[in-house]
Structures are given as C-alpha cells and as structure tokens.
C-alpha cells in the first residue's frame, strides 16, 4: 500500500505528469487500485510486486512532486 502526499497539496502537477507520460510503473510492478481523498491531498495506492526494488525506482520517478509512505500489506486470507 502507497500512500503518496502531494507535495504543497497540489495534485496538478501529478495529474499533468500522468497524462503526459502515464504511470511511470515498471514491468513487474503491477497497479490494482487507487483512490483519493476528498481534500485531493493525498493518494492511496495498491501496487503489487515480488521485487520491492520496482516500488523504490518507481517513486523515485515522482519523488520531486510526491512524498511517499510505503506498507507492505497482506490480503486478511492470508493473514488467518
């Protein structure tokens, strides 16, 4: 689970970026879902991948516009 905050809380430059040239993910790194808080400040994404290295090259192709948290989460089926 990603959880990117939008720098100055402006979604207008991710959101140019992303019509511009996509998602940036790499092969491997595979998109699931995302949504957006009312204020538009932040951004709660699933992406899923075996190689945690394709999480860190990807958000280094946002970092100057995003801040990222990143939490490695479990469907609740695997967790019981």
């Not at 957006?36 to 699933?46: A, F, G, I």
């Not at 075996?50 to 490695?72: C, H, K, M, R, S």
Request: glycine share 4%; proline share 4%; charged share 25%.
């Amino acid at each position: 689970m990603i959880v990117a905050h939008f720098k100055n809380e402006d979604p207008l430059p991710v959101y140019s970026r992303f019509r511009d040239q996509g998602r940036l993910a790499l092969e491997g790194l595979i998109y699931v879902s995302s949504w957006v808080d009312e204020k538009m400040h932040r951004c709660y994404q699933l992406m899923e991948t075996d190689n945690p290295t394709l999480i860190e090259q990807w958000i280094a192709n946002w970092n100057d516009i995003v801040d990222f948290e990143v939490y490695g989460v479990v469907t609740f089926k695997e967790a019981t």
